[in-house]
């Protein structure tokens, strides 16, 4: 199944020293591509989790975010009173010589040292962390293949239209050859210096070799049988993809200039459009 790189997916779990939150998102990229956003007691994880990630992605610009929020209620921030009282003996100290100085409660709180949180346990954090990661990474994974159903069924879509127009072609062909023998035959009729019964010959055998099309044909088949296939391997298929849709679009300009009827141009202009499709689509894909 083949995976989109457009995902999200995100997780909390809780811990003796917070709830931590994890979020995965992650947009086209030719390459992988991971930044983080960690917690600063997490910081040191960083190599693990990219580890992990890269284990299991292999495209896509991927943003991870790791959160903790503080404990609420017991075990939540504590005050430090003896922090606090230094404080107040030091506002105390500087207010005889500074009148006008003036003190709010919520600044003392956010000075260092008078709030305190309970300490972690660095390795067993760090433990949930990736435990968190890997729980979000298997969401992840599968809203990737969820879109990548999505667009693979899309993709079989077009690769079916651009397959009926190569089937359409060769029921023209024969008819369009016929077409263009008579009329080259009728030119040189009407020409004032007879042409030799070879000599026309020859020339009908190089004007219908430059209009004919069967092997274009036939690698779009090829080309159509080979996408179908690559699209169930269950690896990231997309660059591979990529390189078969530049085939498909050499075979549709050739199509297209060798074309000498407003049927088949008609054709092949519909070939560009759904291969056209079908490019943008797979850009999305892993």
């Known amino acids: 199944m083949i995976r989109s790189m457009t995902a999200y997916a995100s997780g909390e779990r809780a811990t003796p020293w917070g709830s931590l939150t994890c979020e995965l998102r992650s947009v086209n990229h030719r390459f992988l591509e991971v930044g983080t956003r960690l917690h600063d007691d997490l910081r040191s ?131 369009i050859r016929e077409a263009q023998r008579l009329k080259l035959q009728t030119r040189l009729g009407e020409l004032a210096q007879p042409v030799e019964p070879g000599r026309l010959e020859q020339e009908l055998v190089i004007w219908l070799q430059k209009l004919d099309v069967d092997e274009e044909l036939d690698r779009l088949s090829a080309h159509i049988g080979e996408a179908r296939r690559v699209l169930k391997l269950r690896e990231a298929v997309g660059r591979r993809l990529d390189f078969l849709l530049q085939e498909f679009n050499r075979e549709a300009n050739t199509l297209g200039s060798k074309s000498v009827d407003a049927r088949s141009s008609a054709a092949a202009v519909e070939l560009k459009v759904l291969i056209d499709q079908v490019r943008e689509q797979i850009q999305n894909i892993e």
């Open 45 to 175: 994880l960083e190599p693990a989790l990219r580890e992990r990630i890269n284990a299991r992605l292999s495209r896509g610009k991927v943003d991870l975010v790791l959160r903790m929020r503080a404990p609420e209620g017991e075990g939540a921030l504590k005050v430090d009173p003896t922090r606090l009282r230094e404080l107040s003996e030091l506002a105390i100290d500087l207010s005889s010589r500074f009148p006008g100085l003036h003190t709010e409660f919520a600044q003392l709180l956010q000075l260092p040292g008078v709030m305190q949180a309970p300490a972690a346990d660095a390795a067993a954090l760090q433990t949930e962390a990736l435990a968190l990661l890997d729980e979000v990474l298997d969401e992840f994974v599968a809203a990737r293949e969820r879109e990548g159903a999505k667009l693979a069924a899309f993709i079989g879509e077009r690769l079916d239209g651009i397959q009926a127009h190569v089937s359409t072609l060769r029921e023209l062909m024969p008819a």
